[in-house]
């Protein structure tokens, strides 16, 4: 079975444009997260969705959201982007929401923002 | 609030000998705890994981990691490191019940072992 896969690999955006990332879970997941990561930094919680419904938002502010569609691919949105931004952001899936199932991750979007 | 924290941003070990990562945790309640491995220009890799049991949890690829709960502790072990083990590794912690479910992640070890 094919893993998580993230789409673009790689993407450079200028300060205060918006960008979306996609993320398709691993089949017969329900559960998306996004993360992300800064060099040098372990990931940070972004958001958490279920059967397209939010279930967990980290400290981010309101320029981030995303959303889960009917077949659990997921979409993050970053909007008015600044140089801070620049990270790789990284998707993982899991089989239910419930703690005690492990998450598995994409390669990532590599987010440059000049 | 929970957290991880990796006290060791690099470890070197050489190929052969035993290697120990170490990670404590703080959490409400029972923790469920992960480890994972990343290599360069990818995303991460799961492990192995604690939830409840044996204090000894077994892995992927040989690694184990034992769970202390009076130290607050799941140090990733493994009793004969490969040069192919060279990679970066992150503890997470996850609290069991309440609302909070997200991941929590360790600032990283960069595990290098020399041949």
């Known amino acids: 079975d094919a893993g998580v896969t993230q789409s673009p690999t790689h993407l450079i955006k200028t300060r205060g444009q918006q960008v979306t990332l996609r993320c398709s879970p691993i089949?017969?997941?329900?559960?998306v997260s996004w993360y992300q990561q800064v060099l040098g930094q372990g990931p940070q919680f972004i958001f958490q969705?279920?059967?397209?419904?939010?279930?967990g938002r980290g400290n981010f502010p309101d320029r981030f959201s995303a959303r889960q569609f009917p077949n659990y691919s997921s979409e993050l949105n970053v909007n008015a982007l600044l140089l801070g931004d620049s990270a790789l952001y990284l998707c993982?899936?899991?089989?239910?929401?419930?703690?005690?199932?492990?998450?598995?991750f994409g390669p990532g979007t590599r987010l440059t923002v000049t | 609030a929970q957290s991880v924290a990796q006290p060791e941003d690099q470890v070197n070990v050489a190929e052969g000998n035993p290697l120990t990562v170490k990670c404590t945790y703080s959490?409400?309640?029972?923790?469920?705890l992960f480890w994972y491995v990343q290599y360069p220009n990818r995303g991460l890799q799961f492990l192995l994981k604690?939830?409840?049991?044996?204090?000894l949890v077994k892995g992927s690829y040989g690694f184990e990691a034992e769970f202390n709960k009076s130290q607050t502790s799941f140090h990733l072990k493994k009793p004969s490191a490969l040069v192919s083990d060279s990679a970066l590794y992150f503890c997470?912690?996850?609290?069991?019940?309440?609302?909070?479910?997200?991941?929590?992640f360790g600032s990283g070890t960069q595990l290098t072992v020399l041949p």
């Open positions: 993982a899936s899991s089989l239910q929401v419930g703690g005690l199932y492990e998450q598995y």
């Open positions: 089949s017969g997941h329900k559960s």
């Open positions: 969705y279920y059967e397209k419904e939010e279930r």
């Open positions: 959490v409400s309640g029972n923790p469920y």
């Open positions: 604690y939830i409840t049991g044996d204090n």
């Open positions: 997470a912690v996850r609290q069991s019940s309440g609302s909070a479910r997200q991941l929590t």
